[in-house]
């Protein structure tokens, strides 16, 4: 499975893609920082030149653990990542959710954490992950007022993640110049037209796509019409849409390439006409 991981990522990185997203929360138990150390191997092991090595960007992101109430405890947890990455810098240090629903008080020690990430060194620069609009613009005035840019805000984006509190979000990025990075751009597969109401994926995903799926026809009947005309596969027309709003998450077939204005219209005419919209992660703020 690594070898089948590596040939994908190599190809990646010949393709022109150089910006991976990861997390120190991502692999538990025994794999705990897997995902880093993966990356890290990867890199390490990439047949290229150096000039393509020194191009690849990672960006981790670390957990809000309950424990994490320092600034000093988020500049160990960067040094561990670095450590499992094998890497001297960390191109984007992210914070992946914030704390404000649940405890505020935790969460001055979170935005702490990245300004001291950021004045050792560790990071080229920091985001965040699942901050609303109101919570973006509260640290990007704390992180400004101590003298730290705010890169990037991670959330989920796609045809069916559109709603009001994600345009508002992406209205207060561009004001701001924060880059949107988009996660689940394919709602976690149900715009990859892999998938119908008899045809369901194993696990938890069921309960949601049962939920979703029916009322997806005129969405999934436009992308599968788009991708027809472009002969493209749906999934990069999905994505492609998330690349036109100006997100940075890509996929080697929807790279070179964009949606006509009214195409654009016609998929997000066709997913304001369905009745469900994707559940929003719980951690995102307002």
């Known amino acids: 499975m690594d070898r089948e991981l590596q040939e994908i990522f190599n190809l990646a990185v010949r393709n022109g893609v150089n910006l991976f997203?990861?997390?120190d929360s991502?692999?538990?138990?025994?794999?705990n920082g897997q995902s880093e150390r993966l990356l890290g191997k990867f890199i390490r092991e990439f047949p290229g030149s150096k000039a393509e090595r020194d191009s690849i960007v990672i960006a981790t992101k670390f957990a809000a653990y309950p424990w994490r109430l320092t600034s000093g405890q988020f500049v160990k947890a960067c040094k561990s990542s670095l450590e499992r990455l094998e890497i001297e810098q960390i191109g984007?240090?992210?914070?992946?959710?914030?704390?404000?629903?649940?405890a505020p008080l935790q969460e001055l020690a979170l935005w702490d954490g990245l300004v001291a990430m950021?004045?050792?060194?560790?990071?080229?620069?920091?985001?965040?992950?699942n901050y609303g609009a109101n919570q973006l613009v509260k640290i990007y005035g704390y992180?400004?007022?101590?003298?730290?840019?705010?890169?990037?805000?991670?959330v989920q984006f796609s045809l069916l993640s559109m709603g009001k509190d994600q345009l508002e979000l992406k209205a207060v990025c561009d004001s701001l110049g924060i880059r949107l990075i988009s996660y689940s751009p394919l709602g976690l597969g149900m715009l990859s037209g892999k998938y119908t109401a008899s045809k369901l994926p194993p696990g938890p995903r069921a309960l949601l796509f049962r939920q979703i799926l029916p009322g997806l026809d005129p969405l999934l009947s436009s992308l599968r019409r788009v991708a027809d005309r472009r002969r493209k596969t749906v999934s990069q027309v999905a994505i492609n849409w998330c690349i036109c709003k100006g997100t940075a998450e890509e996929n080697l077939g929807a790279l070179g390439w964009r949606l006509t204005?009214?195409?654009?219209?016609?998929?997000?005419?066709?997913?304001?006409?369905?009745?469900?919209?994707m559940i929003q992660n719980i951690f995102q703020t307002r």
């Open 21 to 23: 997203d990861t997390a």
């Open 26 to 31: 991502y692999g538990t138990g025994r794999l």
């Open 92 to 102: 984007i240090g992210q914070l992946h959710w914030s704390t404000a629903n649940y």
């Open 118 to 129: 950021y004045e050792k060194g560790l990071v080229r620069a920091v985001g965040v992950s």
């Open 143 to 154: 992180l400004k007022s101590r003298g730290v840019p705010l890169c990037s805000a991670q």
């Open 261 to 277: 204005p009214d195409e654009i219209l016609e998929l997000e005419s066709a997913a304001d006409d369905s009745p469900r919209q």
